[in-house]
């Protein structure tokens, strides 16, 4: 049997739409359509419930589908194995923080040289979505940021923990008399800026998950003119003196037009990286892995400088 075959059944299992998982798979409706309807015919049972808007798997379907995945991870696995003895491979990483790219950005050259046949394939997405990934198996490695482990069962591990700072302009009349990285407590926020024009993140992110929490803690209604996924728009309308953000530490520059300010109560979330759930690692993904606990074994303080980091190969 053709495992692609295989993956068209799991597809549409996903997707529970024809159309929709015949676009993820790049082949026509119609001939998706054919090959279920033959496979069908050739089990003498239907796998899908056919509704007006959405399939579903039968009880047959839900075997299939259980016993498609064990193979497709069966292959996975062979084909990392063999491409491990020829030290070649491929590596997908999802990052949802700016903490995750500039480490990337630090061990992936060093990384390459040691093992040059192993790609790197990096995809920049939201919380939400590095989590599907994540479930779908469509990444191996996740960087994170988030307030706990728990969305990630045993497969997190924190890196390190994060600060979070209150990000105003630099003309700020705040900023005139209190020097920027100093602790600010929560009735000097709600004081001197009930006025001013929050930018939040979107739902669904750490630092809104964090931010509202703070806010519902202090009972604080905030004026939420602009919610962004983009941390670099974030900071530019900050810049511009447009409105104040709370930023994680590791996305807290621009500085000289940027006052950043430590919390009293101190906000934290986590940085951490996620393993693909059942992921066996060949030698090359392990040594991977070990390059990203090393970076931040080695850097832990002020991890929005560009830290001089010398990259050793791991023990």
Same mark, same amino acid.
């Given at each position: 049997?053709?495992? &692609?075959?295989?993956?068209?059944? @799991? ?21 998706? +359509? !054919? $090959? ?11 796998? *899908?419930?056919?509704? &007006? ?10 075997? $299939? ?13 062979? =084909? ?6 020829? %030290?070649? /491979? ?6 949802? +923080? ?12 060093? =990384? ?14 939201? @919380?939400? #979505? ?17 307030? +706990?482990?728990?969305?990630? /069962? #045993?497969?997190? !591990?924190?890196?390190?923990? %994060?600060?979070?700072? *209150?990000?105003?302009?630099?003309n700020h009349p705040y900023a005139h008399s209190h020097a920027s990285g100093t602790r600010i407590t929560v009735e000097e926020l ?36 602009? %919610? ?23 996305? +807290? ?6 006052? $950043? $300010?430590?919390l009293s109560p101190a906000l934290y979330r986590l940085n951490m990286v996620v393993r693909q759930k059942d992921w066996i690692q060949? %030698?090359?993904? !392990? ?5 990203? @606990? ?22």
């Amino acid at each position: 049997m053709d495992i &692609k075959y295989l993956n068209y059944i @799991l597809a549409i299992a996903s997707r529970r739409n024809m159309t929709k998982a015949a676009e993820d798979l790049f082949v026509s409706q119609s001939s998706l +359509s !054919q $090959y279920v309807s033959r496979l069908e015919a050739e089990l003498g049972t239907p796998l *899908f419930i056919r509704n &007006k808007n959405e399939l579903t798997l039968t009880p047959a379907g839900v075997l $299939y589908t259980e016993a498609a995945q064990k193979v497709v991870k069966i292959q996975k696995e062979l =084909y990392q194995n063999i491409a491990s003895l020829n %030290e070649r /491979g491929r590596i997908t990483v999802g990052v949802t +923080s700016n903490f995750g790219l500039r480490m990337l950005s630090e061990i992936i050259p060093h =990384y390459q040289q040691r093992y040059p046949g192993v790609s790197i394939e990096i995809s920049e997405v939201s @919380l939400p #979505g590095l989590k599907k990934l994540l479930v779908d198996g469509n990444v191996n490695i996740g960087l994170a940021a988030e307030i +706990s482990t728990v969305p990630f /069962g #045993g497969m997190a !591990q924190i890196l390190r923990q %994060e600060e979070v700072f *209150f990000a105003i302009p630099k003309n700020h009349p705040y900023a005139h008399s209190h020097a920027s990285g100093t602790r600010i407590t929560v009735e000097e926020l709600i004081h001197w800026f009930s006025a001013d024009n929050f930018v939040l993140s979107k739902h669904g992110s750490s630092l809104r998950m964090l931010t509202d929490q703070f806010f519902e803690s202090c009972d604080f209604n905030p004026n939420a003119f602009c %919610e962004t996924n983009s941390i670099s728009a974030t900071r530019s309308m900050v810049a511009q003196g447009t409105g104040v953000a709370f930023v994680g530490e590791s996305c +807290s520059v621009d500085r000289e037009s940027i006052a $950043y $300010y430590a919390l009293s109560p101190a906000l934290y979330r986590l940085n951490m990286v996620v393993r693909q759930k059942d992921w066996i690692q060949n %030698e090359p993904e !392990q040594a991977f892995m070990e390059y990203i @606990l090393d970076y931040f074994k080695k850097n832990t303080e002020q991890p929005w400088l560009a830290e001089n980091y010398v990259i050793s190969p791991p023990a």
